[in-house]
């Protein structure tokens, strides 16, 4: 699983992800870094077919109207700890693998529940 975070979530988390063996990168990492523009983000979702995850509606927006990034993940828990963010990744991140790997494209992780859109 290829995996873009974005400017909003901590960079750790990133580092995290590529300890468990995932293909992540951080917007802090591209050219532009934390100030690269959503339609970038996009660009470089679509073109490493890289997962976007996000806290950032703008892009369930573009997503539905555009479909647009290549696919996402929504993290929808409002304000959280990044100690709390890794624990619910780690409690989380085979079920979010499993629904991406049967075809999910739209997946929103909150702090019950993993919900697959469409």
Do not use: C, Y
């Amino acid at each position: 699983m290829k995996l873009l975070v974005d400017a909003q979530l901590p960079r750790r988390l990133t580092v995290w992800l590529g300890e468990a063996g995932f293909d992540a990168v951080h917007t802090i990492d591209l050219p532009l870094g934390n100030r690269t523009p959503d339609v970038i983000i996009n660009e470089v979702s679509i073109n490493e077919q890289r997962i976007v995850v996000t806290k950032d509606a703008d892009f369930v927006d573009s997503f539905v109207l555009h479909r647009q990034p290549w696919k996402l993940l929504l993290i929808s828990t409002g304000n959280i700890r990044n100690a709390e963010l890794e624990k619910l990744f780690q409690a989380n991140i085979a079920k979010l693998k499993e629904a991406f790997d049967a075809g999910a494209e739209f997946v929103e992780l909150n702090r019950t529940t993993i919900v697959v859109h469409g």
